[in-house]
C-alpha cells in the first residue's frame, strides 16, 4: 500500500512491462457491474469477486514468487507464506476501498483517466504519446480501450480514496524529523567478549552415569524415523500425454486463446560505473563520489573507452566485465537507474545518476524490442500443455478404473495378475526426510504413503504428477536404540550441550559481577582468560556495517547507558555468547541537510499515513459483511 502513498506516485501500471497491463483487471477489474452471474469467490457486502478473478491474483502472486526463485518455487513455500490468505486480503482490503470512495463522492473524470494513459511509457513513441501504439498494445493484450480504460479508473478511484483516508497526516515537525535523524545516525561503542562453547569441549567429563541419566531425558532426539518400503501403480500425466496426439488446428487455437502468454519484453543490456555512497554516509563522501563521478563522465563522452572506465574506476561487483548488466527488463533495477536506462537510446551516455548504492554512469549498449512469441518457436509448448490438459482427466479415469478392477479382483496381487500390462513400482525402504526422486517425493504421497499399515492398499492419490496407488509392502517402526548403538552420537550431543551451558554460566557470571560497575569490565574478563575487543563505531541499520561486533546485537547495544553499562543478559549469535560493556555514545557527526531533512520528512508522512490507513482499514473491514466461498474459507 505504501505505493499509494508516495507523492505523485506512478499507478502499478506504469511500472509494469507492456505484457503485465493485464494486471490491472486483477485488481481493480471487479465489482458487480463486470460480473457474470456465476458463484462468487468473495462478496464484500454487496460488490462480489470471482473465482477467476481470485484465480487470476493468486496466478501472479505465485508468479512473482516463482521470480523470486528463478522460476521454480520451492515445495510448501507458498503454503508457508499464506499467498492464498494474502491474495484474499488484497482483494478485499481493494473493495473496502472502492466502496468507501464512492461514499466518499471520490470521482475519477475522463480526463485524469487520458492524462494517466498518456503519461505511460509504454504508450510513447519518443517521448510523446502515440494513439496507434496504444490500441497495437491493448488489442497484443486482447484488451479492448473500453475495458482498459474502465479498470484504471477503479485503479485511480483506490489511489484518490487512500488520498482521502490519509490526508488527515500531512505534518511532520522539525522536532520529530530531528529526533528520527538523531535515533538514525547517533553512534555507539561497546567493548564487548565472546564465549565461544567449542573452547568449553576440551574440559567437559563424560560420565557414564551422567551420560546415561541424559540419554534417558533426552532419547527422543535419536529415535529412528519410520521406514517404509512401497509398490505403487503410477497414473502420471506426462507418461499419458506423451501418447496424445495433438492436432495442428487445435495448436493454432490455443496460442490464439493465450497470446499473452507468448509476450516478450522488451529488454536493454547496459553498462554502468558505480561510485559507492549510501545514504547513512558523510555529506563529503557524497560530494566526493558527485565530483569524481563528474570528472569520469567526461572522460567517457570525450570518447574514452567505456568498458575500460568502469574496469578503473567503477566500485561494484560488475567492474571486472566492464560494467556489463547484461539484459534486463524493466522495472528490475532500481528506480531511479530504470528510469534512466529506459529512456535512453543505443549508444547514449547518462547524466550522474543517484540511486542509493551511490553515483552511477550509465551507457546503453542495445536494445532487444518485445514483441510475441512466434507460433512456430512456441509449438513444443504449446504441445506440451495441450498434452498436459488432456492427460489430466485421462489420468483420473484409468486410476479410477484400475482401482476398482483392484476391488474387483479382491487383491491388489489378483489384480496384478489379470491385467499382464500393469507395471507395480517398487522403492527400497526409506525415510520420510530422505524419499526417492520422482512422484514419490510429492507431499500428497508421502502424507498417504506415511499413513498406510502394512500390507494396506490407499485410495487414489492425487498428486503434482498426477494419480498413484499405493501399497505398503513392509513398515519398520520408530525405535529408540540402546545407548552403546549410539553412543558416539549421544556423547557428541552431550558434550555440545554442556560446552555450550558452561559457556553461558560464564558469561552470566561476568553479567553479575560488572553490571553496577562497568570500569572492572576487562579485569573480570582477563581473569577468566577471555580477550576483550573494542567495536568501533556503531550505527544503527548501517549497510556497511564493518565491525567484528555482530549487526544483530547492534540494537541492543544502543540500549545501554552510563548507568546500566552491561548487557543484562548475554547476547547469542551463532551458538556464541556475547557480553558486552557501553564505552561511548556520540551524536550525528554531521548537520542534517536539506535533503536529509526532506527525505525523513517523507518518511515520517508515509509512517503516518499508513498507520491512518491500516486503522481505517481495520474499521472498515470489522463492519463490512464479508463472505468466502466454503472452498475458501479453510485457506
Known amino acids: 500500500?505504501?505505493?499509494?502513498?508516495?507523492?505523485?506516485?506512478?499507478?502499478?501500471?506504469?511500472?509494469?512491462?507492456?505484457?503485465?497491463?493485464?494486471?490491472?483487471?486483477?485488481?481493480?477489474?471487479?465489482?458487480?457491474?463486470?460480473?457474470?452471474?456465476?458463484?462468487?469467490?468473495?462478496?464484500?457486502?454487496?460488490?462480489?469477486?470471482?473465482?477467476?478473478?481470485?484465480?487470476?491474483?493468486?496466478?501472479?502472486?505465485?508468479?512473482?514468487?516463482?521470480?523470486?526463485?528463478?522460476?521454480?518455487?520451492?515445495?510448501?513455500?507458498?503454503?508457508?507464506?499464506?499467498?492464498?490468505?494474502?491474495?484474499?486480503?488484497?482483494?478485499?482490503?481493494?473493495?473496502?476501498?472502492?466502496?468507501?470512495?464512492?461514499?466518499?463522492?471520490?470521482?475519477?473524470?475522463?480526463?485524469e483517466i487520458q492524462d494517466e494513459i498518456e503519461s505511460m511509457v509504454q504508450f510513447q513513441d519518443n517521448g510523446s504519446f502515440d494513439i496507434e501504439r496504444y490500441r497495437t498494445i491493448l488489442a497484443s493484450n486482447r484488451l479492448s480501450p473500453e475495458k482498459y480504460e474502465q479498470s484504471l479508473r477503479y485503479e485511480l478511484l483506490g489511489n484518490k480514496t487512500i488520498e482521502n483516508i490519509t490526508a488527515f497526516s500531512q505534518v511532520a515537525t522539525d522536532f520529530e524529523i530531528e529526533e528520527l535523524y538523531n535515533l538514525e545516525k547517533e553512534t555507539v561503542s561497546v567493548s564487548y567478549v565472546v564465549l565461544d562453547p567449542e573452547t568449553y569441549l576440551d574440559s567437559i567429563e563424560v560420565i557414564d552415569q551422567d551420560l546415561a541419566a541424559w540419554y534417558e531425558a533426552n532419547s527422543d532426539r535419536f529415535r529412528t524415523e519410520k521406514q517404509v518400503k512401497l509398490g505403487y501403480l503410477p497414473f502420471l500425466y506426462e507418461d499419458i500425454g506423451a501418447r496424445i496426439t495433438v492436432e495442428e488446428e487445435d495448436i493454432s487455437r490455443y496460442y490464439d486463446d493465450h497470446l499473452t502468454e507468448f509476450q516478450v519484453p522488451e529488454k536493454r543490456q547496459a553498462r554502468h560505473i558505480l561510485l559507492r555512497a549510501a545514504p547513512g554516509n558523510p555529506e563529503e563522501t557524497h560530494q566526493q563520489q558527485l565530483a569524481k563521478a563528474q570528472e569520469i563522465l567526461e572522460k567517457a563522452r570525450n570518447g574514452e573507452d567505456f568498458a575500460e572506465l568502469a574496469r578503473l574506476h567503477s566500485e561494484g561487483p560488475t567492474s571486472v566485465s566492464g560494467g556489463d548488466l547484461g539484459f534486463f527488463t524493466e522495472g528490475q533495477m532500481v528506480k531511479p537507474f530504470n528510469d534512466a536506462v529506459f529512456s535512453m537510446d543505443t549508444g547514449e551516455i547518462s547524466e550522474v545518476v543517484k540511486t542509493d548504492f551511490g553515483y552511477h554512469i550509465i551507457k546503453l549498449e542495445e536494445i532487444q524490442l518485445g514483441g510475441v512469441t512466434p507460433l512456430e518457436d512456441a509449438r513444443e509448448q504449446i504441445i506440451t500443455a495441450l498434452q498436459l490438459e488432456q492427460a489430466k482427466p485421462m489420468a483420473f479415469q484409468l486410476a479410477n478404473s484400475a482401482y476398482e478392477a483392484i476391488i474387483g479382483a479382491g487383491s491388489l496381487q489378483a489384480y496384478l495378475e489379470q491385467q499382464s500390462d500393469a507395471q507395480l513400482v517398487e522403492t527400497g525402504y526409506f525415510k520420510r526426510s530422505s524419499p526417492p526422486s520422482g512422484v514419490t517425493a510429492d507431499p500428497a504421497f508421502l502424507d498417504r504413503a506415511f499413513e498406510l499399515q502394512e500390507q494396506e492398499l490407499s485410495s487414489i492419490v492425487e498428486t503434482g504428477e498426477g494419480y498413484v496407488i499405493i501399497t505398503a509392502e513392509a513398515l519398520i517402526e520408530p525405535q529408540v536404540p540402546a545407548l552403546e548403538e549410539v553412543r558416539d552420537a549421544v556423547e557428541k550431543d552431550y558434550r555440545t550441550e554442556q560446552a555450550a551451558a558452561a559457556a553461558k554460566s560464564e558469561a552470566e557470571q561476568l553479567i553479575d559481577e560488572t553490571r553496577e560497575d562497568g570500569a572492572i569490565f576487562e579485569k573480570a574478563a582477563q581473569e577468566r582468560g577471555l580477550s576483550v575487543e573494542e567495536s568501533g563505531t556503531l550505527m544503527k541499520n548501517d549497510p556497511d556495517h564493518s565491525s567484528d561486533f555482530p549487526q544483530g546485537l547492534v540494537n541492543d547495544a544502543f540500549r545501554l547507558t552510563r548507568s546500566a553499562p552491561v548487557s543484562p543478559e548475554p547476547g547469542v549469535i551463532d551458538s556464541s555468547y556475547y557480553v558486552y560493556r557501553f564505552n561511548d555514545r556520540r551524536p550525528p557527526e554531521t548537520a542534517m541537510n536539506e535533503e536529509d531533512r526532506e527525505r525523513y520528512r517523507e518518511l515520517l508522512l508515509q509512517f503516518k499515513q499508513q498507520r491512518i490507513l491500516d486503522a481505517w482499514l481495520r474499521n472498515r473491514q470489522a463492519q463490512a459483511d464479508i463472505r468466502l466461498h466454503k472452498s475458501l474459507e479453510n485457506f
Do not use: C, H
Not at 502513498?5 to 490491472?24: D, E, F, G, N, T
Open 1 to 111: 500500500m505504501l505505493e499509494f502513498l508516495r507523492k505523485r506516485a506512478q499507478s502499478l501500471v506504469i511500472q509494469a512491462i507492456v505484457v503485465m497491463i493485464a494486471l490491472v483487471f486483477i485488481f481493480w477489474g471487479v465489482g458487480t457491474n463486470l460480473m457474470n452471474k456465476q458463484e462468487a469467490a468473495i462478496v464484500v457486502d454487496n460488490e462480489e469477486i470471482s473465482f477467476q478473478q481470485f484465480q487470476q491474483a493468486y496466478d501472479q502472486a505465485y508468479a512473482r514468487l516463482s521470480a523470486q526463485f528463478g522460476g521454480t518455487v520451492p515445495k510448501g513455500l507458498a503454503e508457508n507464506l499464506n499467498i492464498k490468505q494474502q491474495v484474499i486480503g488484497q482483494l478485499t482490503q481493494e473493495a473496502l476501498l472502492r466502496q468507501g470512495g464512492q461514499e466518499m463522492g471520490v470521482m475519477v473524470s475522463s480526463r
